[in-house]
């Protein structure tokens, strides 16, 4: 209860300070103005052999808020963000923003049909692109008359000493301010709409779990389309003054280079904290927090980080459409890799059965939260928010229940969920047992329709090396440590990599394309 209360009194006292005795949150085209105010010679970004303080950060960001200005977007435009992770992504992020333009940052690895299908959704009135994936849109916005700025048009010229005024546009903080285009379990991409009031809330929410200073190096190797990424990497960076470690791209030689800035924030998702297991000596000693996210975290990863670089690594949890983050485990106790921790301050969680009724604590059923930092809804698709939004309560899609402590232990996906002769079968059990064998790299556990018993666990494995006997041996591994009914019928293992998503997870979607 102690340190409940504790993480509420800094929620609080963040809150104020945000605020500064106004009735509401500031619209987010605020943000990057505040900080620059604030601490304006304190450095936002390094980014390989290159550094931008706040104050030139938010001059370029404005330069380029008056470029598109100037060109006719207006207030509540939808405007496409399309960079890799480099500093020009942050001043086209806020370049728009600043005029209360919506940004619509998108995923660097959509395929073309994907790009033309959230172009014909968000009908963006300007493209910002890197020069690198210009090709991608190219097409799709000539077609739709719709014009593109690369970083080419960003200003590079000298920084004035003192900071220079900008009418940044505001937007009541109930507002879309950002379109975040995700794809989930199934479908074509679909948009969900964040307001500044959602943002900021979910900001404060992880300052005062995680306690985030402005001193904090915040290493940023996730893509920052991402939405943990935009929350942890930008918008709670730059609310504290920290500083941010860009990482162009998730590599050994990449990784090794942006830790030579001595991050103090680690984030990341569970295959980079891998990576860094087998790298074996990174050098972490500045490190104070480790936090996985994006992906369940598998019982090994966990267990090698900590006994190779003798530090807890966190497991957090959260959704795009929670802005995202609705929990994490920072408490000095041993749990099981699911268990992702509390609800933070201000986010109420409920465990429901398929009638909609609460379920026992204890008792596996469908995860649902409520708080203000809950999305508006999908972006033209009232009948999908109606599905899954009902009076404040959102869906999250995952089973879970509630630990003794009110901490939520994640067990799998609904939409992954198994039924086989009746009995529920949850592939994230399986695949944590599959990799506690030394040769497997990732696993992917799904059901095969089957005409007797419903449907029987099949598995997925990328192995490390090859291992002519890998087949019986993940039966015999998983026999001595599930029931019977969950082993797997099938062990379908190769070097080859499994299909990946741009985050690092295993592409389900694939692999039951295959099946």
């Given at each position: 209860m102690a340190h409940r209360a504790h993480e509420k009194e800094l929620f609080k006292k963040a809150y104020d300070q945000l605020c500064q005795g106004n009735e509401q949150l500031p619209c987010l085209g605020r943000l990057l103005q505040r900080t620059a105010?604030?601490?304006?010679?304190?450095?936002?970004?390094?980014?390989?052999?290159?550094?931008?303080?706040?104050?030139?950060?938010?001059f370029y960001a404005t330069q380029l808020s008056k470029k598109l200005q100037a060109s006719?977007?207006?207030?509540?435009?939808?405007?496409?963000?399309?960079?890799?992770n480099m500093p020009e992504f942050y001043i086209g992020y806020f370049g728009?923003?600043?005029?209360?333009?919506?940004?619509?940052?998108?995923?660097?690895?959509?395929?073309?049909?994907?790009?033309?299908?959230?172009?014909?959704?968000?009908?963006?009135?300007?493209?910002?692109?890197?020069?690198?994936?210009?090709q991608m849109v190219q097409e799709a916005a000539t077609a739709r008359s719709i014009p593109l700025l690369t970083e080419r048009d960003m200003e590079s010229g000298s920084v004035p000493a003192v900071l220079t005024h900008f009418e940044v546009t505001d937007l009541d903080a109930n507002e879309m301010a950002?379109?975040?285009?995700?794809?989930?379990?199934?479908?074509?991409?679909?948009?969900?709409?964040?307001?500044s009031?959602?943002?900021?809330?979910?900001?404060?929410?992880?300052?005062?779990?995680?306690?985030?200073?402005?001193?904090?190096?915040?290493f940023a190797v996730l893509p920052l389309f991402h939405s943990f990424a935009q929350n942890t990497c930008i918008w709670s960076s730059?609310?504290?003054?920290?500083?941010?470690?860009?990482?162009?791209?998730?590599?050994?030689?990449?990784?090794?280079?942006?830790?030579?800035?001595?991050?103090?924030?680690?984030?990341?998702?569970?295959?980079?904290?891998?990576?860094?297991?087998?790298?074996?000596?990174?050098?972490?000693?500045?490190?104070?927090?480790?936090?996985?996210?994006?992906?369940?975290?598998?019982?090994?990863?966990?267990?090698?980080?900590?006994?190779?670089?003798?530090?807890?690594l966190c497991n957090g949890y959260g959704l795009t459409e929670t802005s995202p983050i609705v929990s994490g485990d920072i408490e000095d106790e041993l749990t099981c890799a699911a268990n992702v921790g509390r609800p933070v301050v201000g986010m109420e969680c409920l465990i429901k059965d398929e009638t909609g009724y609460p379920v026992p604590q204890g008792q596996i059923g469908q995860l649902?939260?409520?708080?203000?930092?809950?999305?508006?809804?999908y972006y033209n698709a009232p009948e999908m928010t109606e599905s899954i939004l009902k009076d404040g309560w959102l869906s999250t899609g995952d089973l879970a229940y509630l630990d003794h402590k009110g901490r939520i232990?994640?067990?799998?996906?609904?939409?992954?969920?198994?039924?086989?002769?009746?009995?529920?079968?949850?592939?994230?059990?399986?695949?944590?047992?599959?990799?506690?064998?030394?040769?497997?790299?990732?696993?992917?556990?799904?059901?095969?329709p089957d005409a007797t018993n419903g449907e029987i666990p099949i598995a997925y494995v990328q192995l490390k090396q090859e291992n002519n006997n890998i087949g019986a041996q993940l039966e015999a591994l998983c026999a001595k440590n599930i029931a019977t009914y969950k082993i797997p019928r099938q062990f379908i293992c190769s070097v080859e990599p499994l299909p990946l998503t741009a985050t690092g997870k295993v592409d389900k979607k694939v692999l039951k394309r295959l099946v």
């Open positions: 105010r604030m601490v304006p010679h304190n450095t936002a970004l390094f980014y390989e052999d290159r550094s931008l303080t706040y104050l030139q950060l938010y006719g977007v207006n207030p509540r435009d939808r405007v496409i963000l399309l960079f890799e728009i923003v600043q005029i209360g333009a919506v940004v619509v940052p998108l995923n660097t690895f959509l395929q073309a049909n994907e790009i033309t299908h959230i172009l014909d959704d968000a009908k963006p009135s300007m493209i910002i692109v890197s020069s690198s994936l210009a950002a379109l975040l285009y995700t794809s989930g379990t199934t479908g074509t991409p679909k948009g969900v709409m964040i307001s009031k959602n943002i900021f809330t979910n900001v404060l929410q992880g300052v005062a779990r995680f306690e985030l200073q402005y001193t904090d190096r915040v730059i609310f504290n003054g920290s500083s941010i470690i860009l990482v162009p791209k998730i590599d050994r030689r990449a990784i090794l280079k942006a830790l030579q800035y001595e991050p103090t924030i680690l984030l990341g998702v569970p295959a980079l904290f891998g990576l860094l297991c087998l790298m074996k000596t990174a050098p972490l000693d500045k490190v104070r927090i480790c936090i996985a996210g994006g992906d369940a975290l598998p019982d090994r990863i966990r267990a090698s980080f900590a006994l190779v670089y003798r530090r807890k649902w939260v409520k708080g203000d930092n809950i999305m508006l809804g232990v994640i067990t799998g996906r609904y939409k992954d969920l198994i039924i086989h002769k009746g009995f529920n079968i949850y592939p994230q059990e399986i695949e944590n047992v599959i990799l506690m064998h030394p040769d497997t790299l990732r696993a992917a556990v799904i059901g095969k």
